[in-house]
């Protein structure tokens, strides 16, 4: 039996996917399950993953599980948040005897200062690694294409699709498809030992500028403008989304760890962490579909999706 943490999230129910497709027996944990037939042949396991006694009973009897710390964007202090919720992880772990942990981290997570929310990564890492019994692999991905989602609003309401990061400046981004592909794989051959630490870094390295330049063509907005602000603003905006201030102030820090380097100059792509999905077939099969609902859900009378579909979603 494999366990998967937040199995109705991005990665999480990607994973959730492959095991099952590869006739693995998974049990899936999650605070709501909206689809339960999404995870027919799998057993559900729902409830507070931050509850010690919830999380041990869903991890007994299993071979090896998948583990990360979810975002609560309500929580007033950040790495607080994050701490509490991975002492309970931990703990769990110890209580069930677990062997072997796969755990959702961060490029950045080696890094003590300076990176925003990564920084509850670090300590999470540190944490495991003291839990003597199991063997632990961190994957570290780079940020997710998926976060692209946000500006779906000013995409469609404005054409402009704004942020921190100077749209000149090259960053490294993933689907979250290439992580679970990963994530599944270790789990069905948990072959490492002690404590690993695998990067995942996408496709290549890409500005913001054609980043949107991508999108705009998929979508059928050539003229879609990537448009720099600045961080004052963008937090005035975060807030005004029903973000925490600590969570607005921890991401527009991150934003500043790719800016200046901070992060990437960690890290050295290779053949092992450079993933499949390009931006270009995430906009044909992901950002697209994403896009066409927030347009119908924006104006469900007017609205006329594009037609352009691409390869089948994952």
Excluded at 297 to 305: C, G, H, L, N, T
Aim: glycine share 8%.
């Amino acid at each position: 039996m494999i366990l998967v943490m937040g199995a109705t999230g991005h990665v999480g129910s990607k994973i959730t996917t492959h095991l099952l497709a590869n006739g693995q027996k998974v049990r899936c944990v999650a605070r709501h399950f909206p689809d339960k037939t999404a995870f027919q042949g799998a057993e559900l396991a729902q409830g507070d993953a931050n509850n010690v006694s919830f999380l041990t009973d869903a991890m007994r009897g299993c071979s090896a599980v998948f583990t990360l710390i979810p975002p609560n964007f309500s929580a007033p202090e950040v790495r607080f948040y994050q701490n509490k919720f991975g002492e309970v992880i931990a703990e769990a772990i110890e209580e069930a005897g677990i062997k072997k942990v796969v755990n959702l981290s961060s490029v950045g997570a080696d890094l003590e200062s300076g990176t925003g929310p990564v920084l509850g990564l670090h300590d999470q890492e540190q944490r495991l690694n003291e839990i003597t019994h199991a063997d632990i692999m961190h994957l570290r991905p780079t940020y997710f294409m998926e976060n692209l989602f946000g500006g779906l609003s000013t995409i469609i309401s404005m054409n402009r699709y704004f942020g921190t990061i100077p749209g000149d400046i090259p960053i490294s981004m993933i689907a979250s498809r290439d992580i679970a592909a990963r994530a599944a794989f270790l789990l069905m051959n948990p072959d490492f030992k002690s404590n690993n630490v695998e990067y995942l870094l996408g496709e290549r390295d890409l500005t913001h500028e054609e980043i949107i330049r991508v999108l705009g063509q998929t979508i059928k907005k050539p003229d879609l403008e990537y448009v720099e602000v600045p961080a004052k603003e963008m937090r005035n905006y975060l807030i005004g989304a029903g973000i925490g201030e600590d969570w607005a102030d921890s991401f527009l820090e991150l934003a500043d760890s790719f800016t200046n380097g901070t992060i990437t100059g960690t890290i050295t792509r290779d053949k092992m962490n450079t993933t499949a999905t390009s931006i270009e077939e995430f906009a044909r099969t992901t950002f697209l579909d994403a896009y066409n609902k927030a347009l119908l859900a924006e104006s469900p009378s007017k609205a006329r999706p594009s037609e352009s579909r691409g390869e089948a979603r994952p």
